[in-house]
């Protein structure tokens, strides 16, 4: 399922701050909120084991595209990278 990106309810300096601080580099240029939220989900799947099935999947995603909840920053940056991986 895929969201607009014009219906995130960012406020006054919330899409800036994401994009400074947690949209990781992506072939010349970084990743926007939806991405985002795919790699930290496929990746507490696979580098947390948190097993979410589907629709597990599917209501994290709507939570987050919302911002209704989220995950810790450190993870917003970090999951699905190679340093999880190497260090845990």
């Known amino acids: 399922m895929s969201y607009n ?3 995130i309810p960012w406020g006054e300096v919330g899409y800036a701050t994401y994009k400074r601080t947690y949209a990781r580099p992506v072939k ?12 930290v989900i496929q990746a507490c799947n696979k580098q947390l084991k948190c097993d979410f099935n589907e629709k597990d999947q599917q209501d994290i995603k709507r939570m987050m595209m919302q911002l ?3 995950v810790a ?16």
Not at 28 to 39: A, F, H, N
Not at 75 to 83: E, P, S
């Open 5 to 7: 990106p014009e219906f």
């Open 73 to 88: 920053g450190r993870f917003l940056w970090q999951l699905g990278t190679k340093t999880v991986d190497k260090l845990g």
């Open 28 to 39: 010349g240029r970084t990743e926007e909120w939806e991405e985002t939220v795919d790699r």
């Open 68 to 70: 209704k909840g989220t």
